[in-house]
């Protein structure tokens, strides 16, 4: 009856939208993020930086992780 909306996709569900991707990758960087920010965090990992474990946090929340999740939410 009418035009279709959405083409029939056949590939993989996590491309299946533009916003699957960023949630994804940004879910998955913030679990790693946690993985290293505790030992650096506790003394344990010297990381190297100009930066100390709350400042590097900080940098990586709004630097890494923010975009990543505002872009998925811009492109839902």
Known sequence: MGIPRLRAYT???FLSYGFRPFFFLGSL????????WLPM?????????????VDWHIHEM????LP????????T
């Open 29 to 36: 960087y913030a679990a790693l993020s946690i993985l290293l």
């Open 68 to 75: 990543a999740i505002v872009t998925g939410f811009l492109l």
């Open 11 to 13: 590939g993989p569900a």
């Open 62 to 65: 709004l630097f890494g992780y």
């Open 41 to 53: 965090y506790a003394g344990e990992l010297d990381a190297h930086s100009a930066f100390v474990a």
